[in-house]
């Protein structure tokens, strides 16, 4: 499976839980924001050290390298989630 195939893998199993996974390339660091619908549970996301871990290979860079957005980080609408 290439590095694409594995993010679009990523993708459509978070869409099953109502999230949705957006990556950009900024100098020195991959940003990786997830984003939520409104019935999602916003506790219901790995840490985000587990999930690195898991992006880390597909994205092919350190984790630490990872800067991950989750909902409520990122500027979106949460009314009426648990944040």
Do not use: W
Request: proline share 10%; aromatic share 4%; glycine share 8%.
């Amino acid at each position: 499976m290439t590095e694409p195939e594995k993010i679009e893998q990523f993708r459509r199993t978070l869409a099953q839980d109502g999230y949705h996974l957006a990556v950009a390339e900024s100098p020195g660091s991959v940003v990786v924001t997830i984003t939520a619908d409104p019935e999602s549970c916003n506790d219901c996301l790995a840490p985000k050290a587990v999930l690195r871990g898991m992006l880390a290979p597909a994205l092919g860079v350190p984790p630490e390298d990872i800067e991950l957005r989750y909902p409520g980080e990122a500027g979106e609408d949460t009314e009426g989630k648990n944040t």
